[in-house]
């Protein structure tokens, strides 16, 4: 889930396959999880999740309101193959995060988890050279 969010913030690999609704989806399934998952692994994997997700999702919007994409809405639009569904614009912010910020802090993400499973992450990762 961690890297289809990423790809759809960075607008790589399979973005487009996934709809506005689809990606909150995502977020609920991934708040899941990483809850779940919390005695094993460290803060520092906690504190990355946090920053990630909140660089993709602007939330607290309103009671009942779900989170909403921290992307750029007419790019998505004139991407997107078929029709595009009126209500999936509500699902856009206009605080919005640059992708080189998201491929940063999905780096981290990736870092503490190799980290946290005992596998040591590379020194550079192809995210964080492909920043540059």
């Known amino acids: 889930m961690f890297n289809d969010l990423f790809c759809y913030f960075t607008f790589v690999g399979g973005w487009r396959d996934f709809s506005p609704p689809s ?3 995502f ?4 708040d899941k999880k990483i809850y779940l998952a919390a ?5 520092e994997f906690f504190a990355a999740c946090r920053e990630f997700q909140g ?3 602007k939330t607290f919007n309103a009671p ?7 992307t750029h809405l007419l790019e998505r639009q004139a991407a997107w193959v078929g029709d595009w569904k009126s209500e999936w ?10 992708p080189r910020d998201v491929t ?7 870092n503490a988890f190799a980290s946290d499973i005992g596998v040591n992450p590379a020194s550079e990762t192809g995210h964080e050279a492909a920043r540059r």
């Open 23 to 25: 990606i909150v989806a």
């Open 27 to 30: 977020k609920r399934a991934l």
């Open 39 to 43: 005695p094993p692994f460290t803060d």
């Open 55 to 57: 660089l993709c999702f």
């Open 64 to 70: 009942g309101k779900d989170a909403r994409l921290r």
């Open 89 to 98: 614009s509500e699902h856009f912010s206009t605080d919005l995060s640059e």
């Open 104 to 110: 940063r802090a999905y780096s981290r993400v990736m």
